[in-house]
């Protein structure tokens, strides 16, 4: 299937179902996801965390 046969029935679907063809929905992450992205905007804001250029300058200093 390509992708303008997946999008034409799509559009379809949204014609037939007058509306959207599944449910839409916010994601339900589980309490350690929620901790884990709110641990990782803290340390992106921190001005003390070392930053990289590059993944391979990380990976440098790791020592691989």
Do not use: H, W
């Not at 309490?31 to 300058?57: H, L, N, W």
């Amino acid at each position: 299937m390509t992708l303008s046969d997946a999008v034409n029935i799509f559009l379809k679907q949204i014609i037939l179902r007058g509306g959207i063809p599944f449910d839409v929905k916010y994601p339900e992450y589980k309490p350690e996801v929620i901790e884990a992205m709110q641990e990782a905007k803290c340390i992106s804001r921190d001005p003390d965390t070392k930053r990289y250029g590059s993944f391979s300058e990380a990976l440098e200093e790791l020592d691989l």
